[in-house]
């Protein structure tokens, strides 16, 4: 039996839920494959933590700047329309990385990709918070973004295979090309979603800087500050744990993928818990329930000397925490809002925080060598979730706000 969220989408809704769900799932897997193949690159191209770690933040920089671009573009041209270019351009730049024949040449792909990774995102969640109900888009837009889940764990899976079936250094370069057609069969498809009606009907088009107009100055810095602990928490994880279960903790490339496996599944409940918690105890709960637990797991995780099965028992937990937040925070950016300047405000606030927090996986990179794997990513997530913690005493809820043509109003 269906959801009841979802019952209450249209068919025109339905079939948007689904573009977005697998263009997320697509745009997830293109950006994690790096993390999955990063061990096997330290070795092949002798890399140094600090330059892997770079090649990580390169792209979550770069995704800032093209989520926030994309998110005011789609207030001038359309949410669908925007997304139709978003993925294909994503999954080019990703069989350019696999095309890469130098440190440089990675380097630069990795931005380029990451321009398309950003714009996805940021409008992606603009569209789907805008068919949603007030009282269901907590539910909605938590179970879109639970596609991201989905892409890590083909991230997970296309690189163990292809690095099992062939030699090393081909391994790694085909695990880039994999989503190409996926991603021309999407184009199609969503060339025929309409646009929401909020955004049809929005008015007048404001200037992207209205965000920081004397109404909205606050909720846009508040927005970052929270999105910066958000991501910054979660890419300490996402980008060095792998790489900590081989290198540190000596796991074979089979117990590691358990590890990853069991982190990646406590990350879709999480995604889910944190979505019905979001519409039933509001945002801020949620986000400030959600970072607390993600606190208290990193603590044990990583600072107590435990067995490989005791951290194993502690990684759903880890991945429920880190990334339930998102759940929340994704509607509540879009609800902080008026309807002509969501893309820009939505896509300013989420794309400036991933890119400050894209100097955390190179921070951790940086600190290995004075504090081990575990204890680098430990500091970077705790410093993160503790600042969502204070943003999210300064934030009014948000929760049941209705979207129309200039403002907005509490259900």
């Known amino acids: 039996m269906a959801a009841r969220w979802y019952g209450e989408l249209d068919a025109t809704g339905r079939k948007t839920f689904w573009s977005c769900y697998v263009g997320f799932s697509l745009d997830s897997m293109n950006i994690q494959i790096y993390a999955f193949l990063l061990p096997g690159l330290l ?55 696999g095309l890469a024949q130098n440190y440089e040449q990675l380097l630069f792909a990795r931005v380029v990709q990451g321009l398309g990774f950003g714009a996805e995102w940021a409008v992606g969640i603009v569209l789907m918070s805008e068919i949603a109900a007030p009282a269901s888009r907590g539910r909605v837009v938590g179970t879109v973004m639970s596609a991201w889940d989905v892409g890590w764990a083909l991230a997970a899976g296309t690189t163990a295979t292809a690095i099992a079936l062939l030699p090393p250094d081909i391994g790694w370069r085909a695990s880039f090309f994999l989503s190409l057609v996926p991603a021309a069969a999407l184009v199609f498809v969503r060339w025929k979603l309409p646009e929401p009606a909020a955004f049809t009907a929005r008015g007048a088009h404001h200037a992207w800087h209205g965000i920081f107009s004397p109404d909205l100055c606050a909720s846009t810095i ?76 990193i603590l044990f995780a990583t600072f107590l000397p435990l067995s490989n099965l005791a951290l194993l028992a502690l990684t759903a937990p880890l991945g429920l925490f880190a990334l339930g937040i998102y759940s929340a925070v994704g509607p509540l950016l879009a609800e902080l809002y008026p309807t002509n300047l969501r893309g820009s405000g939505l896509g300013f606030c989420y794309n400036v925080g991933r890119g400050i927090a894209g100097a955390v996986p190179l921070a951790v990179g940086g600190s290995i060598a004075q504090f081990g794997y575990s204890q680098a990513i430990g500091f970077s997530v705790i410093a993160a979730y503790l600042l969502v913690l204070v943003i999210t005493l300064l934030l009014t809820e948000t929760r049941g706000t209705r979207f129309i043509a200039h403002a907005e109003a509490q259900a």
């Open 43 to 97: 070795t092949l191209w002798t890399l140094t933590p600090s330059g892997a770690g770079l090649l990580a933040t390169a792209a979550l920089v770069a995704g800032s700047a093209g989520g926030w671009l994309a998110g005011a573009l789609s207030d001038r041209l359309g949410r669908a329309r925007v997304l139709r270019f978003s993925i294909l351009w994503l999954a080019v730049s990703t069989a350019l990385c």
């Open 222 to 297: 508040k927005g970052c500050l929270l999105a910066i602990g958000m991501h910054g928490g979660y890419w300490a994880i996402a980008t060095w744990w792998p790489t900590m279960l081989r290198l540190e903790r000596g796991l074979s490339p089979g117990a590691t993928s358990l590890h990853m496996a069991v982190l990646i599944a406590g990350s879709f409940l999480g995604y889910i818990s944190g979505a019905w918690l979001s519409d039933r105890a509001g945002r801020r709960t949620t986000i400030g329930c959600f970072a607390s637990g993600g606190i208290a797991i």
